[in-house]
């Protein structure tokens, strides 16, 4: 009985000290700005990685028969309309596969504001796809019957209640709920945009899911490298965290494609009801025959592709509240003679920052990184398109690829400018590759220019042409534009306060286990009056600046809560040494 009140006692002063010790720092802001790098080392107590969860895990396995619906998930379409993704039938994987008809199986969106009580309806389309390989002993797969609906008339910051599968068949899915975005605005915003990337299906990745559902998002940000499916050989056993290295007689990059089924089961839970937008990463490549790469990636998932005038699932726009998004592929032609690059100049066109004064960008591989790993690797990405996005004064930019965390001072052409976008990687979501901990400017890390060749696009490593790494490859320093690097496992939560502040904060999966403060929290702030942009209306009265967590924790250690304070704790001691 003693140890138990010990034990309690103890964790009732942590709290307390932990509460004083929070209410005493003050969360930055990028106008503290630029910052003195920091490393923080991989916690040796820790692993590096786990392996994958198994088929038959309860959260992978399926769970519905015949042509009820399963692995259901949400997308958003514009400000009032939602598309909605599940999948019926059986998939087959063997050396002989036979397709199923999606013509058999309607798709079908019953909806309302009331549970129960659904009051207008949606068709959709539905497919399957084929994964083959004509190669002796290599097994093919083919898709269960996939559907995608996008039901309209939505209105804004409102819950509605759903299901779907096919009246005719009786086979419907259980109810599920989402809450609308506000519409584009200046003044609304979603609560909590979540950020993940390189999340695979390891325990690691349950962690980091359940942590991320625990910070409760209104929307995800799923920035590449999603299952890893790639890491095995068609017939399934153990994945590998090396592929070449375990089977290097593959005649080709193989996958098992039912751990795509795992991981749609594994996060229905949380995107049956909160909105997932994914970008393409390198690991959803997945080539086969005839030369047919992303089957899988470009036909289970919706994006809004022809709302945003893109057509095309690998880059795409949309808005959330006065923010807008946008998504590039790094895995399809960046160039600028190419169709993406005109896109994304007409997009960039076409924003109002009197509307929406926030632009987010995503997309896989980092242009800033000062990892080992990929280390340069998308230099001709960046020159292609760098000068456009900072042209535009594009705020933040979302990345994965590296398996670690690391936020950059504001930075252009590998320069510090402050009204260079704040560059993120959050390749840390859990991954079976394991987390990365090599440096590329500690020594004999640096990698030597034949290395971290990109699996799109050209090789333009160069040696830098000024500041402290004049003429080398490789800094000899953490790099001044690197503010903060990390290797853990973790998400991010972006909280846009108002037209010039949001509150962004990376959280380690170690926080989940215990009392530990976020891994690094920081204000973005923009300043549209110092940093002119080719934005219509790019020059809007800033917002006043927030009272940020901290601020409003101090002021409220008045006389009167300190002295209650103090009795806890005397209280928590007097409990404690009886």
Known sequence: MGKIKISAGFRIILFVLGFILVAAQKIPTTLDGPFQPVTQRFDSSLRLGSDDLPMDHPRLKRNVTGMFPEQIALALSTPTSMWISWITGDAQIGLNVAALDPSTVASEVWYGKESGKYTMNKTGVSLVYNQLYPYEGLWNYTSGIIHHVRIEGLEPETKYYYKCGDSSLAAASEEFVFETLPLPSPNNYPPRIAVVGDLGLTSNSSTTIDHLTSNDPSIILMVGDLTYANQYLTTGGKGASCFSCQFPDAPIRETY??????????????????????????????????????????????????????????????????AHFIMLGAYTDYNQTGIQYAWLKDDLHKIDRSVTPWVVAAW?????????????????????????????????????????????????????????????????????????????????????????????????????????????????????????????????????????????TWHRNQEIYGLNTPGDQIYIVRQPQLCSSASKHSQITPSPSPKDAATQVQASLSPGFMFSLFSLICFSLQWLLT
């Open 257 to 322: 494609q039912p751990r795509w089924d795992g991981w749609r089961r594994f996060m229905e839970p949380l995107i049956s009801r909160v909105p997932m937008m994914v970008v393409e990463g390198n690991h959803e490549i997945e080539p086969q025959a005839a030369g047919v790469t992303f089957k899988s990636y470009l036909s289970r998932f919706s994006v809004p592709s022809n709302e945003s005038g893109s057509n095309s699932n690998f880059y795409y726009s949309f808005d959330a509240g006065g």
């Open 364 to 504: 896989h591989p980092p242009w800033y990184n000062s990892y080992s790993s990929h280390y340069q690797e998308f230099e001709c990405m960046r020159l292609q398109m760098e000068e456009l996005l900072y042209q535009y004064g594009i705020d933040i930019v979302f990345s994965g690829h590296v398996h670690a965390y690391e936020r950059m001072n504001r930075v252009y052409n590998h320069t510090l400018d402050p009204c260079g976008p704040v560059y993120i990687t959050v390749g840390d979501g859990g991954n079976i590759e394991k987390v990365e901990v090599d440096h590329a400017d500690e020594p004999g890390k640096c990698p030597s220019p034949g290395d971290n060749v990109p699996e799109f696009g050209g090789v333009c490593h160069l040696n830098f042409s000024s500041g402290p790494a004049k003429g080398q490859f490789c800094w000899d320093r953490q790099p001044e534009w690197s503010a903060y690097r990390e290797s853990s496992f973790g998400h991010g939560i972006l909280e846009v306060v108002n037209s010039t502040h949001a509150l962004w």
